[in-house]
């Protein structure tokens, strides 16, 4: 099993650019996510979804949209790239509701200049 | 609110020297805890789970107990392989969702 696998590991884009991340799990697991992790901010979550075709904002959803149209893939889009959203993005995946442990995929360094 | 507040943010032991990573939290209703650890450019890789207070989860050389108000991971004897940064997290209060509060981490650098 691969896990929780992203692309691609790094991006840069000029401001006002547009890209999409791609997290893929091949362990059946119904719920995913993606993160942002800046330093000194921890890891935060941006969107998540709890099955297909479902799709959810968390903490800080501005300037992001996500789809999850197959139940192993889980994509992060940006519309408008901007410099506050350099960073690095990870995305994960828990079995069902009420199995709490997430696993992560490697993470995506994007950079917005 | 829901939070978890990790101490300290960074932390240096020579090799063999044991030492304590606290995780403190403050959620309705815990469902559990978690401790992950995250190396240099890779994502977080789970460790433990601990549902009660009095438990103890062990792994090489490192063990993770759990009281009503904070967790601790204490390393014993680390070598330099266990340099990387430390994140606990728990379960958001809601749990439909299964979203986790994770706390901002300790960086562990152990010195040969």
Same mark, same amino acid.
């Given at each position: 099993n691969a896990g929780v696998t992203q692309t691609p590991k790094f991006r840069v884009l000029k401001t006002g650019q547009s890209m999409t991340l791609l997290c893929a799990q091949d362990m059946n697991h119904e719920y995913m996510y993606w993160y942002r992790q800046d330093?000194?901010?921890? !890891?935060? !979550?941006?969107?998540?979804?709890v099955g297909e075709g479902t799709t959810?904002?968390?903490?800080?959803?501005?300037?992001?949209?996500?789809s999850r149209l197959k139940k192993q893939n889980f994509l992060l889009g940006l519309e408008s790239a901007a410099p506050s959203q350099t960073s690095v993005y990870f995305c994960a995946s828990s079995y069902r509701r009420g199995t709490y442990e997430q696993y992560f995929g490697p993470g995506t360094r994007l950079t917005v200049t | 609110e829901d939070q978890v507040t990790q101490s300290p943010e960074a932390l240096r032991l020579q090799e063999g020297e044991s030492s304590s990573l606290n995780c403190s939290y403050t959620v309705s209703g815990l469902r559990g805890l978690f401790w992950y650890r995250q190396d240099p450019g890779k994502g977080p890789e789970f %460790?433990?789970? %601990?549902?009660?207070?009095?438990?103890?989860k062990e792994k090489e050389r490192l063990k993770a107990t759990l009281t009503k108000k904070e967790s601790f991971l204490h390393i014993t004897a680390p070598k330099p392989e266990d340099s990387a940064t430390y994140l606990c997290a728990v379960p958001a209060y809601g749990g439909a969702t299964n979203k986790l509060i994770f706390g901002t981490g300790t960086l562990l650098a152990v010195q040969p």
């Open positions: 330093p000194g901010m921890g !890891l935060r !979550l941006i969107h998540y979804s959810a904002k968390g903490e800080v959803p501005d300037g992001y949209n996500v | %460790l433990f789970t %601990l549902y009660s207070a009095g438990e103890e």
